[in-house]
């Protein structure tokens, strides 16, 4: 029996693999706060992504299941990794989304969110 949780684990697995071919370094994975997690933290130049990974059966039920909630949860927990790991670094910060449905390649989509 497949549970959510590995399922999960293995979406994430795989986000990771796919992001490290497109040149993405993984530099955290699994990132707990107070406040809530970050699936992947990955950097590639001066840029730095917050990933929020989704195993789903197609890519917009991965985009529909991150709320508006869990984005400011993410948000939150990045403003905590940022004191804790590049306060004075010189980098630029997005968030992404990066679904992983049966059957395609994952999908990543850049940007898919704004903080404010």
């Known amino acids: 029996m497949v549970t ?38 990955a950097k590639r130049g001066s840029l730095i992504a917050f990933i929020e990974v989704k195993a789903t059966k197609t890519v917009n039920d991965g985009l529909y299941a991150i709320t508006p909630r869990q984005q400011q949860r993410i948000a939150n927990a990045a403003q905590i990794w940022i004191q804790e ?6 980098l630029d910060y997005r968030f992404d989304a990066l679904i992983v449905a049966k059957g ?6 850049t940007n898919a969110w704004q903080v404010e």
């Open 4 to 41: 959510a949780y590995s399922k999960g684990k293995e979406g994430e697995r795989l986000a990771a693999l796919w992001l490290r071919l497109k040149g993405y370094r993984i530099i955290a994975e699994r990132y707990k706060t107070p406040y809530g997690e970050i699936d992947l933290v």
């Open 104 to 109: 395609i390649a994952p999908q990543h989509i």
């Open 85 to 90: 790991n590049a306060a004075n670094d010189e």
